[in-house]
């Protein structure tokens, strides 16, 4: 497992809806390159996929490959350049149930 770098969440100031996920937790998260179960608590995978015929990108804890993520309101962003998707708000599905 690879840190490709590092991103900001974004999220709501009165309460976290992520039911205890990592945005409950931490105000960043580790872009990593492949899903480890051994992986840091904050660390995600970023996720290309389409849904119904359109295209998503979602960022999903590394550590969870196996489990059913929703989104939970937050999103992670960085403008720094050196991470890909720099420059872009990605949903952060950290919420499981």
């Known amino acids: 497992m690879a840190i490709l770098g590092t991103m900001d969440i974004y999220k709501h100031n009165s309460q976290s809806c992520s039911n205890e996920g990592i ?15 051994l992986a840091p608590k904050n660390a995600v995978v970023i996720i290309e996929d389409k849904i119904v015929n359109n295209s998503r990108i979602r ?9 059913w993520t929703m989104f939970g309101g937050c999103f992670i962003y960085t403008s720094n350049g050196i991470v890909p998707h720099s420059g872009i708000a990605i949903k952060l599905h950290d919420r499981i149930e």
């Open 23 to 37: 945005s409950a937790e931490y105000d960043e998260v580790l872009i990593v390159d492949k899903f480890d179960m």
């Open 59 to 67: 960022a999903i804890p590394a550590n969870k490959e196996k489990s």
